[in-house]
């Protein structure tokens, strides 16, 4: 027997007002006692509440979206009647006193049926996530049915995509993520036009949306001062009657830092076992063309001097606008700059060149007013970000890197010494 019943919002505690952010079952359904029936979220946390009678769902009052207070009608539910424990012994003896009433027949022997167990296949409407997990799957291309939750009654988290994720990294090399877009219909609200892609810029969308999803990005800002460093490259420009760019200068402080900080040149195994440390320092350079951004790399930056780097910092962009860089210039980079220090803004986050753990990005040099002996003066600041993978690269490694760095760029000495060829 059951009893069409009505369940109202429990005590919500010290919340007056919460937002339902999902309803767990569908009219029709059977649900339990402790079965979750919606998800409400408050600032702090996300509380389920359950339908706290056994029956079938006969229509839910709320939706995504509402806002619910204590003592509002949520669920309608055909409840099942218990009986108490008098009503079922009066029930008992009744049912007794009846079959010993019954005519005594032939013994007939009935072949018993074993119970047959009804297997609950798992589908997106009855997935429990919250819509931050939601959303955090479709930007992996995640289904949601795929993944095991480890919150209350089976609830996914965030932390069971990241695990998910991390094992078909682990376990399946070929796995690939799904790269997808909404399918918006955009001239319903003006002119459009279509733009076909270039291979080349399909294949630098797949590289930097596949960084970005496998490497845990972090990036580390400072300011740096290259006041002293600009004074000395305009000085050694006249001198030499030559045009050496602040890049050059930068680049060689960079491997001078690296030296210092091994990890920075590393890359991680294929199989995420190994960190393989690089005696060499190769550094790619980000460089601007009709097509989009072509990494290059200068190679043995350790072995040459500023005005080579210079003048192969010149030679690869060069080549990289008119696409004719050889396949060798594009590979073997141990540690990359991105800079746009000749076109403004001010801090950024670059994205990580698989298979390197680091990429350096540089901004436009501004003045900034500071006190120096008690004196104002206009120190010349170059803005750098440090983007890292935090699964190889701690915090604080990044930032002694980024203070070593700005120290090195102060090193007048040993840009001096090696502006040329011994």
């Known amino acids: 027997m059951s009893e069409l019943r009505t369940i109202n919002i429990p005590d919500l505690g010290e919340v007056e007002e919460v937002e339902v952010i999902e309803v767990c079952v569908k009219s029709g359904q059977e649900v339990g006692t402790e079965d979750s029936i919606i998800i409400l979220e408050t600032d702090k946390a996300a509380m389920e509440i359950p339908a706290s009678v056994n029956g079938t769902v006969k229509s839910i009052l709320v939706k995504e979206g509402d806002i619910v207070k ?27 006193q009846e079959v010993e009433d019954r005519p005594k027949k032939a013994e ?39 993944v095991t939750g480890s919150g209350p ?18 376990n399946n090399t070929n796995y690939e993520f799904q790269f997808t877009q909404p399918d918006i219909d955009y001239s319903k609200w003006g002119e459009i036009s279509t733009e076909k892609l270039s291979k080349f810029q399909k294949t630098a969308l797949k590289n930097l949306h596949t960084s970005w999803i496998n490497i845990p990005h972090v990036t580390q800002h400072d300011d740096s001062d290259i006041t002293d460093l600009l004074l000395l490259r305009n000085e050694l420009n006249e001198s030499h ?29 294929d ?19 009709p097509d989009g951004l072509i990494v290059p790399n200068i190679k043995n930056v350790d072995t040459k001097s500023i005005s080579q780097i210079s003048d192969e910092i010149g030679e690869l962009a060069s080549l990289a606008k008119d696409r004719k860089l050889k396949v060798d210039q594009l590979k073997g980079a141990s540690f990359t700059i991105s800079s746009l220090s ?28 500071s006190m120096v002996n008690n004196k104002i003066t206009t120190l010349k600041q ?18 002694k ?16 010494k090696t502006f040329k060829d011994s």
């Open 153 to 170: 009654k089976g609830r996914i988290l965030k932390e069971d995509l990241h695990i998910y994720v991390s094992n078909k990294l682990n």
């Open 271 to 289: 199989n995420l076992d190994n960190l393989i440390q690089k005696k060499y320092y190769n550094i790619g350079i980000a460089v601007d063309t």
């Open 108 to 146: 007939v022997e009935v072949p018993i049926k074993k119970a047959q167990i009804q297997q609950v296949k798992k589908n997106n409407s009855s997935i429990h996530s919250g819509p931050a997990t939601r959303k955090l799957a479709r930007e992996f291309g995640i289904n949601l049915s795929d």
């Open 241 to 269: 009657k030559v045009k050496v760019s602040p890049l050059a200068y930068i680049i060689k402080a960079t491997v001078e830092t690296l030296k210092l900080f091994p990890i920075m040149n590393t890359s991680l195994s």
């Open 342 to 369: 000749g076109i403004g803004g001010k801090y950024f986050t670059p994205i990580i060149n698989p298979p390197e753990v680091a990429i350096l990005g540089l901004s436009k040099t501004y003045d900034n007013l």
């Open 401 to 416: 890197f980024i203070t070593e760095l700005s120290n090195q760029l102060k090193q007048i000495k040993l840009f001096k």
């Open 70 to 96: 204590e003592g509002m009608p949520f669920l309608e539910i055909d409840a099942e009647i218990v009986k108490s424990k008098s009503e079922k012994i009066i029930e008992s003896e009744s049912l007794e």
């Open 382 to 399: 170059l803005p750098i970000s440090l983007s890292y993978d935090h699964r190889v690269i701690n915090g604080a490694y990044a930032a």
